[in-house]
């Protein structure tokens, strides 16, 4: 029995052991529905954060002001937004900051731009505007727009046309380094304060066309600026100091009938290298100008005027021209050379330019204003009246003719002042010969014998002035006298001793 009960409450603890948990069965469940509620729980978080989201999109949206919801739709389809003709009032033309600078840059979510880009006309900016190293995917036209505040698209990059045609910049307008990947385009733009392209690089062409720049005491600065093409600022106004300094443009750079306005600093285009035509014609300089170091293919500068200042220094060029009749330029370029502040290579230059064209009296006239601008500024090696003498004798070594007139010309003064009736015979024998058998006299060879040094033609030895003619034997001393001074710089002149 006692056996029986053992073995049977061992059963029953073995049962008891076998028998399955509750909670075991059921753990697997919880786990799955652990699983199922956090998947859903998840899931609604993120549709609650999606319907945020919309909602927030939908209210920036709905927050647009009807300038900016029309400019949307125009833009979607592809159209021109000229706010001009949607809103004749200019009050209900303003367009925010954050809303010009998120379209520009592609950022905004309520709207997918058409290919043409950004094309608004008419719209006004009271906020700054900073897109500053902005990408700028499209191509943008903010033609006729006003920008109250400052305006930075520094270092930004446009990969296509960017456009300001006619826009007023009432503040800092800095395009400092920015990029264009093809033309930029400013004509009749108004810039009221500071205005600044240094370093900027157009792919293609630079426009700027009437345009004002109104800052008189602040530079508009076009330094170290790059065009792939052209640059063009004709009838531009520039009533402050304007900056070129190494600015570099492949083509041609246009300034016809620009006026510079300011009396006091330089217009100043130090180093600028043009690889076409730089174009002046009727420009209008009212202070200094500095063309010093500058390089160009070819300078117009007919009709142009200078009222200050010229700095040509250093300046190259293949061709140049001062005035459309090709005459009328080589007087006028030789003015211009003079009236420039000195520098021996400004008449080097020109004078190579003169000798490459074939006009060799033009060539040696611009040498001879040199030496007389040397002479001015107490720049030559000569003294001043050594310096003088030859240039009224022969012209510096390029007109020896000069020197020949004036020896011609103090022989016939020997002529006329040693007629035969003041003369006398010099041996005392000669005078008791016979006249038939006395040697003849003949007043040229005897000018001309005085006049000659080294070169004796035996004839001052034979006759002489009379003793009562005292005038005439003194002059005779000046007579050789003369001659030892103006025949050797004839002949060092026409041999090219003296240049």
């Not at 709905?62 to 200019?90: C, H, S, Y």
């Not at 200078?306 to 005459?327: C, F, N, R, T, V």
Request: proline share 4%; glycine share 8%.
């Amino acid at each position: 029995m006692w056996r029986t009960k053992g073995s049977q409450s061992h059963r029953a603890q073995v049962g008891a052991t076998m028998k399955p948990n509750p909670l075991d069965v059921a753990a697997p469940t919880l786990c799955l529905f652990a699983t199922w509620f956090s998947a859903i729980c998840l899931a609604a978080f993120l549709t609650v954060i999606s319907g945020s989201a919309t909602a927030d999109t939908q209210t920036n949206v709905g927050e647009l002001n009807p300038a900016e919801q029309w400019v949307v739709t125009q833009l979607r389809a592809g159209e021109i937004a000229d706010l001009r003709k949607q809103f004749p009032e200019e009050g209900d033309r303003q367009l925010s900051a954050d809303f010009l600078e998120t379209l520009l840059m592609g950022s905004r979510p309520d709207v997918k731009l058409h290919r043409h880009g950004v094309r608004i006309r008419g719209a006004c900016i009271e906020e700054p505007i900073d897109l500053t190293n902005a990408q700028i995917p499209y191509e943008v036209s903010l033609e006729n727009c006003q920008f109250k505040s400052n305006v930075s698209f520094l270092r930004a990059s446009f990969t296509g046309l960017v456009a300001f045609d006619n826009s007023t910049f009432k503040a800092d307008a800095r395009f400092a380094s920015m990029k264009v990947g093809d033309i930029a385009v400013f004509n009749e733009a108004v810039f009221e304060g500071p205005v600044y392209f240094v370093s900027a690089h157009i792919a293609g062409d630079f426009e700027a066309d009437g345009s004002q720049f109104k800052n008189a005491k602040q530079v508009a600065g076009f330094n170290s600026i790059k065009v792939g093409h052209s640059a063009s600022f004709r009838n531009a106004v520039f009533e402050g100091p304007v900056d070129f300094v190494s600015a570099e443009i492949v083509s041609n750079f246009d300034a016809s009938a620009a006026q510079f306005k300011n009396t006091e600093k330089n217009a100043n285009f130090y180093g600028m290298k043009v690889g076409g035509a730089a174009v002046f014609t009727g420009a209008r300089f009212e202070g200094p100008v500095n063309l010093s170091f500058s390089n160009f293919a070819e300078l117009e500068l007919s009709y142009s005027a200078y009222h200050g200042a010229l700095y040509l220094q250093g300046m190259s060029y293949k061709e140049i021209s001062a005035a459309p009749e090709e005459s009328k330029s080589l007087e006028a370029l030789l003015k211009l050379a003079n009236r420039s502040v000195y520098s021996a290579d400004v008449y080097g230059n020109l004078e190579e330019f003169f000798l490459r064209h074939g006009h060799r009296g033009h060539a040696d006239r611009t040498f001879i204003e040199r030496k007389r601008r040397e002479r001015k500024e107490n720049l030559h090696d000569l003294p001043r009246f050594g310096s003088w003498l030859l240039d009224l004798l022969v012209g510096y070594g390029r007109h020896p003719w000069q020197a020949g007139w004036f020896c011609l010309a103090i022989i016939g003064i020997g002529c006329v002042l040693f007629p035969l009736e003041k003369m006398e015979l010099q041996d005392p024998e000669n005078r008791t010969k016979p006249e038939k058998d006395r040697p003849r006299y003949n007043r040229f060879w005897y000018s001309l014998g005085l006049f000659l040094p080294v070169v004796d033609l035996k004839t001052s030895d034979v006759w002489g002035p009379k003793k009562q003619y005292r005038f005439l034997r003194n002059y005779l001393r000046v007579h050789i006298l003369l001659g030892w001074i103006l025949f050797p710089i004839f002949l060092a002149a026409i041999t090219g001793l003296i240049r």
